[in-house]
Nanobody, 127 residues
Framework: QVRLVESGGGSVQAGGSLRLSCEAS????????LGWWRQTPGKEREFVAAIGWSGGSVSYAESVKGRFTITRENANNTVYLQMNNLNPEDTAVYYC????????????????????WGQGTQVTVAS
């Protein structure tokens, strides 16, 4: 059974930082793209960041560029999201996601590209 388990969420003040982690088990994502998405109540899940299989390609939503950094450790089947300078608009449940396209890059950011999803971790930013 494939599982993606996020951790690192919590509550911070505006301007603060958090680092999310997502560890996968049940299959390796070494050859696949990984990503982060987020969702707030009543809204569609939205793309945040993605990283290609080798880490050589990354992409970000415009709203987080320059503040968030996605990285991966293939040896540990783990993807991270470093979030700096957080603001209240970043408040959401954050989900990690794994693709199944071999040699996946970071530029296919449609939700359909990601077949595996974690259960989500809450991030709350207070003003």
């Amino acid at each position: 059974q494939v599982r993606l388990v996020e951790s690192g969420g919590g509550s911070v003040q505006a301007g603060g930082s958090l680092r999310l982690s997502c560890e996968a088990s049940g299959r390796t994502f070494r050859w696949n793209a990984l990503g982060w998405w987020r969702q707030t109540p009543g809204k569609e899940r939205e793309f945040v960041a993605a990283i290609g299989w080798s880490g050589g390609s990354v992409s970000y939503a415009e709203s987080v560029k320059g503040r968030f950094t996605i990285t991966r450790e293939n040896a540990n089947n783990t993807v991270y999201l470093q979030m700096n300078n957080l603001n209240p608009e970043d408040t959401a449940v954050y989900y990690c996601a794994g693709g199944s396209r071999r040699w996946g890059n970071a530029y296919r950011t449609e939700r359909e590209e990601f077949d595996y999803w974690g259960q989500g971790t809450q991030v709350t930013v207070a003003s």
